[in-house]
């Protein structure tokens, strides 16, 4: 069983910058590959970021690209999600979560899932 626990949300201005954290007591986390999803209050969930365990290869939503960035720490068994320059539309709660399938922006390939991180952004 692998639980995952995102932090970092909050309040951030247009603009501004935040970085959510995803973390897991397990070391079998760096095993798996980590998305980053998130949902809008009457919105679907949708696909942000990932990242594999092997070779870190980052995979993005248009929306999102060249604007956020997602990293990991092997040594401290934490994946990160870098926020620049966001905007309004990305305010959500996020959530990470882990497989060890290849379909990376699917929410279905994912098994495990962390509670989420509210993130508003005001213009």
Same mark, same amino acid.
């Given at each position: 069983? /692998?639980?995952?626990?995102?932090?970092?949300?909050?309040?951030?201005?247009?603009?501004?910058? /935040?970085?959510?954290?995803?973390a897991a007591s397990a070391r079998t986390f760096s095993?798996?590959?980590?998305? !980053? @999803?998130?949902? =809008? %209050?009457?919105?679907?969930?949708? @696909?942000?970021?990932?990242? #594999? !365990?092997?070779? @870190? +290869? #980052?995979?993005?939503?248009? $929306?999102?690209?060249?604007r956020f960035t997602a990293s990991r720490d092997s040594?401290?068994? *934490?994946?990160?999600?870098?926020? +620049?320059? %966001?905007? %309004?539309?990305? #305010? =959500?709660?996020?959530?990470?979560? =882990? $497989?060890?399938?290849?379909?990376? #922006? *699917?929410?279905?390939?994912?098994?495990? !899932?962390?509670?989420? *991180?509210?993130? *508003?952004?005001?213009?």
């Amino acid at each position: 069983q /692998l639980q995952l626990v995102e932090s970092g949300g909050g309040l951030v201005q247009a603009g501004g910058s /935040l970085r959510l954290s995803c973390a897991a007591s397990a070391r079998t986390f760096s095993t798996y590959s980590v998305g !980053w @999803f998130r949902q =809008a %209050p009457g919105k679907e969930r949708e @696909f942000v970021a990932s990242i #594999t !365990w092997k070779d @870190f +290869n #980052t995979y993005y939503a248009d $929306s999102v690209k060249g604007r956020f960035t997602a990293s990991r720490d092997s040594a401290d068994n *934490t994946v990160y999600l870098q926020m +620049n320059d %966001p905007e %309004p539309e990305d #305010t =959500a709660v996020y959530h990470c979560a =882990a $497989s060890r399938l290849s379909a990376l #922006t *699917t929410a279905e390939a994912y098994r495990y !899932w962390g509670q989420g *991180t509210q993130v *508003t952004v005001s213009s």
